[in-house]
């Protein structure tokens, strides 16, 4: 089970630090996403964390303001978000996935439910 929270309302320029935990023992072996869904819009990745946290990877839009990392001792990822806009405005989601590397939704097995971001002008 992975419950996200975090989410909030914040100006553009501002930050957010969303979290995501989780509840299976076997955690440090899922590669863990990040993805969110803009209204009217598909779901679509943000960022991910190889299982170990040695690699990253992450969307363009996001690059070089989000960060994704994580706490295998705790069960939790993270995505730090900074310089918001207006854009970023989603409901967000973590997940988890038994493959490596992954940034397609469909290489997710298990998802948690959103929690909304919202970034005002």
């Known amino acids: 089970q992975l419950q996200a929270s975090g989410g909030g309302l914040a100006q553009a320029g501002g930050s957010l630090r969303l979290s995501c935990a989780a509840s299976?023992?076997?955690?440090?072996?899922?590669?863990m996403g990040w993805f969110r869904q803009g209204p009217g819009l598909e779901r679509d990745f943000v960022a991910s964390i190889s299982s170990s946290g040695g690699s990253t990877f992450y969307a363009n839009s996001v690059k070089g303001r989000f960060t994704i990392s994580r706490d295998n001792a705790k069960n939790t990822v993270y995505l730090q978000m900074n310089s918001l806009k207006p854009e970023d405005t989603a409901l967000y989601y973590c997940?988890?996935?038994?493959?490596?590397?992954?940034?397609?939704?469909?290489?997710?097995?298990?998802w948690g439910r959103g929690t909304q971001v919202t970034v005002s002008s």
């Open positions: 997940a988890a996935s038994a493959s490596r590397y992954a940034t397609r939704k469909s290489e997710y097995n298990y």
């Open positions: 299976e023992r076997t955690f440090e072996n899922y590669d």
